[in-house]
């Protein structure tokens, strides 16, 4: 069976969020089952990977979008170094960026690519057994597959949506439609929502089957889905929540080089404290005091807004008996504003931008990790903290209740209800309660640890998906 994955990011190649993890991941394990080919096609960056890799031009062409003729290069990278084949897409003043978003012509962009890979995979004649979507980036495939004759050859392929966080739905005008390769004009109504194309909405309602990154995910978009919850329940007989996985061996404290001493579930807890000291000093903290850690955007989804009243809050009720370290970015109010407390407090320590090493030292050193979220399809760093024996304190939702049960019913992590300040610093005092109690934090350590989110159940179940 010969999948394509189909995405504007890919670990280590292109990272936003967690569909660069997923994306990095699913095809290797994939392809560690018998019979299977998985491959990832995305974009070309104008990144440190592509300009320290070799690459192959498998495909030199052109596609017209609109009046403009585009030129499409696609380029193979040569040693399948991630255990798969990695195809990106480069099409000069479009996919040749520093960056997957944050365009005035995002639009313009992600029709590109779409349009891109069809052009090629059909001028090529490669027909794959399934084409795999990512987000509503590449929302418009399945219609395009089905409903533009110049992509004939590629009907009848299985098409995969999957829905890593329906936030985001890629909405556009109409007059988009002018820069699309022609269409069966009397199937419009599969790409509208509301008066506007919709490539997440024509992702659920053309693709042969739809996911979501988790269970708990999927019951919360039948209520709360920007406006799609009505057309989540019409195609309900084609949704399926398949929770992610983590690259175990990426995210492997024995291993990982990223981090400064290496542990096993034997030595956890003096391994742990050595980094958590090491990290500490580094930041002006106090070793000897509870360190809780935020890593993520500074976004209202992630409940990153609650941040700055959450580190006020909780130092003023404590009197300063716990540390606080946030890695993360992405809004300028919350970052001045936590900028302001680095200076007010020196138990609060701060370190904006994208920094994947030291997001490994945090998760090994800290002993608890904040995810406020108000929404989680999935959510991949609280599996991450509990690889590396650090307690996830998180909002009941989405993947989170998936995955962190409560300590008052059995679990090994704490959780509250409500996304607000008072019940964020209410799971945090609880947490610092715990952690005087050196036995039961010992037991939490090892529990979590001993949790398996590898990839390899989701693969299967995404195998047997497209096998139905």
């Keep these: 069976m010969v999948i394509y994955h189909l995405s504007t990011e890919c670990y280590p190649v292109a990272k936003v969020g967690g569909l660069a993890d997923v994306v990095g991941a699913l095809p290797k394990y994939q392809n560690k089952m ?14 440190k990977f592509v300009h320290d890799h070799e690459f192959d031009i498998v495909f030199d062409g052109f596609i017209h979008q609109g009046p403009d003729m585009l030129q499409v290069q696609v380029m193979k990278e040569k040693t399948d170094v991630f255990g798969f084949e990695l195809y990106m897409v480069k099409i000069p003043g479009l996919l040749d960026r520093e960056n997957p978003y944050g365009y005035q012509d995002e639009s313009f962009q992600f029709l590109a690519f779409q349009n891109g ?3 090629w995979l059909t001028a090529m004649k490669i027909r794959p057994d399934v084409l795999h979507c990512h987000d509503y980036h590449t929302g418009l495939v399945p219609f395009m597959t089905q409903h533009c004759p110049e992509f004939d050859f590629l009907k009848g392929v299985k098409t995969i949506g999957t829905i890593h966080n329906g936030e985001y739905q890629g909405m556009m005008s109409w007059n988009m439609a002018n820069y699309m390769p022609s269409f069966d004009s009397y199937k419009w109504g599969l790409m509208d ?5 919709n490539p997440l909405a024509s992702m659920i309602k053309c693709s042969h089957a739809f996911t979501t990154v988790s269970e708990g995910y999927l019951e919360e978009l039948f209520v709360s889905f920007r406006g799609l919850e009505s057309l989540v329940r019409e195609e309900f007989g084609k949704a399926y929540g398949i929770i992610n996985g983590i690259d175990t061996e990426v995210w492997d404290p ?26 500490c000093k580094e930041y002006g903290l106090k070793p000897e005091l509870p360190l809780f850690a935020f890593i993520g955007r500074f976004a209202a989804e992630k409940g990153a807004d609650f941040l700055p009243d959450v580190v006020w809050k909780s130092i003023k009720q404590s009197y300063g008996s716990l540390n606080i370290m946030i890695l993360g970015s992405g809004n300028s109010y919350i970052e001045n504003k936590l900028k302001e407390y680095q200076h007010t407090y020196t138990n609060f320590a701060l370190d904006l931008g994208y920094k994947e090493h030291l997001s490994h030292k945090i998760y090994a050193s800290a002993d608890f990790l904040l995810m406020p979220s108000r929404v989680e399809p999935c959510g991949l760093n609280q599996m991450y903290s509990m690889r590396y024996g650090t307690v996830p304190v998180v909002r009941y939702t989405g993947g989170l209740r998936d995955t962190v049960e409560d300590i008052s019913t059995g679990g090994a992590g704490l959780n509250f209800t409500y996304p607000g300040v008072d019940d964020i610093v209410h799971a945090m005092n609880r947490a610092m309660g715990i952690y005087n109690q050196k036995g039961v934090m010992k037991d939490l350590i090892h529990a979590n640890m001993n949790f398996d989110f590898a990839w390899e159940k989701s693969a299967e179940k995404y195998i047997a998906l497209y096998n139905s």
């Excluded at 929502?193 to 194309?197: D, E, F, L, Q, S």
């Excluded at 291993?255 to 003096?270: E, G, H, Q, Y």
């Design 34 to 47: 018998k019979g299977i080919d998985a491959k990832v096609v995305m974009p070309w960056y104008n990144k």
């Design 117 to 119: 890979v069809l052009h």
């Design 193 to 197: 929502w509301n008066g506007y194309i």
């Design 254 to 279: 024995e291993t990982d080089p990223m981090l400064d001493f290496n542990f096993n579930i034997k030595n956890a807890v003096a391994q742990k404290k050595k980094n958590k000291e090491k990290l």
